[in-house]
């Protein structure tokens, strides 16, 4: 049976090369990988830690792209590609264009759509934009739903989708950081890192953590639905955390989008205690979360890695599709107001007690064998409709009131 998979940026990326390496290991299966490359360098990093090659690569980005662009791009390099690979199922990983617009092609050419990471919402579309749209419209499309918790699951099910077509697998990428946080340990790499960081970024912050009182915090920043005011608040939040406490070091990998680069070059350039880094391969980045004392962010995945690490998260954020990290204790939502994110992260500076109760480690996300299950779906059920050549499930129609 032939599994096509897309992806596009760097968190699908981080999130499939479990899936890729599990289907590669499969009797019975093979594994097509298209990439549309909806992030060039961002992805390319994330082939190379986990030693993956497209055979198909879309090359569709550019820069100042939109949500049109991406789309259309993706839609029509897939037509033709579908057509002449006619695989039996097409997977897509999560809420991003690239993902929405694989699974309309493949819905397009009567494939079957299996979505990895279905079933997170914050039902309400404009947050985060465009993602909730593009993960509701996904599954949709999609006849299997690989849900990775308990709450995923029971969002689809409220939606009507069928309880035989929704799995519960956890998600992939716990099975992502184990894999390097394993090889991390196994070789010891953690010294390497700490030259790394010194000689690339002059920054001894991994190596110091604690000597002083000092403290690294994490910051990565990028959701659309803040650019212009929100990322101005949250750069201004950071330089006045920076300037109020000299011995906290801010590493900051900014992401290439120039709406991000700009705001966050112009106000915290220069700041001596802000360090602007470009982008860190996954393997670095995960050590730096392992080093640092808290993470302010408004990424998806790194709500998800950062409490199995144990290290509390502020989420700058108004809603979040994650709400089980939250419901553990180990991440908060601060928004984009810039008092609020300087005095939650001062608390969090100053409040042991606190402190203590945010970074215990917890993992609602999984155990890191999400791949490995939804390999044995489709080995066992989607091969078996095929077989059986059953109709493609579809949803309940009547909680949908046609
Ligand atoms: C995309 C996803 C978002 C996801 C994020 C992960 C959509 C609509 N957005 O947002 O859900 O959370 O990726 O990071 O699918 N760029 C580069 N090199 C790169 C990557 C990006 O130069 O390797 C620059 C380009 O100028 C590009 C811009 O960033 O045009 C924006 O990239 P895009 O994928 O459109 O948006 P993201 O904010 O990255
Ligand atoms: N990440 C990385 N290098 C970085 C920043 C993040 O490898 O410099 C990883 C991070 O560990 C997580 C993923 O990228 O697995 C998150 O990507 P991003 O925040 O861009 O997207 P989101 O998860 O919000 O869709």
Known sequence: MKVFMVFGTRPEAIKMA???????????????????????????????????????????????????????????????ILGMEEPEIVLVQGDTTTAFAASLAAYYSKIAVGHVEAGLRTYDKLSPFPEEGMRHL????????????????????????????????????????????????????????????????NLSCPSRFGDDGGRLVLVTGHRRESFGEGFENICMALKEIAERRRNVSIVYPVHLNPNVQGPVRRILGGQPNIYLID???????????????????????????????????????????????????????????????????????????????????VNPYGDGRAAERIVEVLEERVLEDLRSGAERPARDRTKLGV
């Not at 890729?20 to 082939?47: K, P, S």
């Not at 690490?309 to 991440?331: C, D, N, Y």
Request: charged share 25%.
């Open 279 to 361: 982008p860190l391969d996954y393997e670095p980045f995960v050590y730096l979360m392992s080093r640092c004392y808290l993470v302010l962010t408004d990424s998806g995945g790194i709500q998800e890695e950062a409490p199995s690490i144990g290290k509390p998260v502020l989420v700058m954020r108004q809603k979040t599709e994650r709400p089980e990290g939250v419901e553990a204790g180990t991440v908060k939502l601060v928004g984009t107001d810039k008092e609020k994110i300087v005095k939650e992260t001062f608390r969090l500076f100053d409040d042991a007690s606190l402190y203590e109760r945010m970074s215990t480690a």
């Open 138 to 201: 996904i599954g949709v499309l999609a006849d299997y739903h690989f849900a990775p918790t308990k709450r995923a699951m029971s969002n689809l099910l409220k939606e009507g989708v069928s309880k035989e077509n929704i799995w519960l697998t956890g998600n992939t990428v716990v099975d992502a950081l184990f894999h390097v946080r394993g090889r991390q340990d196994a070789s010891g790499s953690g010294a390497e890192w700490e030259r790394y960081f010194e000689e690339k970024w």
């Open 18 to 80: 479990p899936v890729v390496r599990a289907i590669d290991g499969a009797d019975g299966l093979d594994g097509v990988v298209c990439v549309t490359a909806q992030h060039r360098e961002m992805l390319a990093q994330v082939l190379k830690v986990f030693d993956i090659t497209p055979q198909y690569d879309l090359d569709i980005m550019t820069e100042g792209q939109d949500l049109f662009d991406i789309t259309t791009k993706s839609l029509s390099g897939l037509r033709n």
